[in-house]
């Protein structure tokens, strides 16, 4: 059974840098066909794609956070991690990783998801 | 961008009802529209894919329809465990831009 896992701080200070890794277990992340992705939800609001990478490296970021984004991977200890740059409390949100699985060739769709990790900006 | 908007945002509803949930693109998507469940505190869990496309182990009460650009998601008979929030998501150039609606809560 696949697992995801987030870690990492809680808080971070405005105008510093959010971080966060999804330890992946029961499946490899360099597994063909498959991609990882961050996604995040401000308390009491919508879902927000972050960005996702590709079993390959290939990185995809959505367009209104691309400048403050990257994602990379470690295969060799099948994590994957976010790096959010110049935060704001407006980047207050819990953060999912989750798995985005070709269910039906080319139709993808978000199948397995950590449990979130709740990150705060606050000086 | 292609943009996602669902109506309504909430609804209140009765165990048993047929609950009808819409999601609309900006542009044409053909059917590549997902749906998710998620209930407070927890991670979306994905019920459909490819707009009417059941994903293993969901039950068969939910349903999903549409194409271009208007979608739907059906519950045919609401259950109990059913009260939360469905969210669309649109996978028409994905890996990019996979872009959410805004949630319908579906409440007692």
């Known amino acids: 059974q696949l697992q995801l896992q987030e870690s990492g701080p809680g808080l971070v200070k405005p105008s510093e840098t959010l971080s966060l890794t999804c330890t992946v277990s029961?499946?490899?992340?360099?597994?063909?066909?498959?991609?990882w992705g961050w996604i995040r939800q401000p308390p009491g609001m919508g879902l927000e794609w972050v960005g996702s990478?590709?079993?390959?490296?290939?990185?995809y970021y959505s367009l209104s956070l691309k400048s403050r984004v990257t994602i990379s991977a470690d295969t060799s200890k099948n994590q994957f991690s976010l790096k959010l740059t110049s935060v704001t409390a407006a980047d207050t949100s819990v953060y999912y990783c989750?798995?985005?699985?070709?269910?039906?060739?080319?139709?993808?769709?978000?199948?397995?998801w950590g449990q979130g990790t709740l990150v705060t900006v606050s000086s | 961008d292609i943009q996602m908007t669902q109506s309504p945002s909430s609804l209140s509803a009765s165990v048993g009802d047929r609950v009808t949930i819409t999601c609309r693109a900006s542009?044409?998507?053909?059917?590549?529209l997902n749906w998710y469940q998620q209930k407070p505190g927890k991670a979306p869990k994905l019920l459909i894919y490819?707009?009417?496309s059941l994903q293993r182990g969901v039950p068969s009460r939910f349903s999903g329809s549409g194409s271009g650009t208007d979608f739907t998601l059906t519950i045919s008979s609401l259950q109990p465990e059913d009260f939360a929030t469905y969210y669309c998501?649109?996978?028409?150039?994905?890996?990019?831009?996979?872009?959410f609606g805004g949630g319908t809560k579906v409440e007692i």
């Open positions: 998501q649109q996978s028409y150039n994905t890996p990019p831009g996979l872009t």
């Open positions: 490819a707009a009417s």
């Open positions: 989750a798995r985005l699985t070709p269910l039906s060739g080319t139709y993808f769709g978000f199948d397995y």
């Open positions: 542009q044409s998507i053909s059917n590549y």
């Open positions: 990478i590709s079993y390959g490296g290939s990185t």
């Open positions: 029961g499946g490899s992340i360099s597994r063909s066909s498959y991609y």
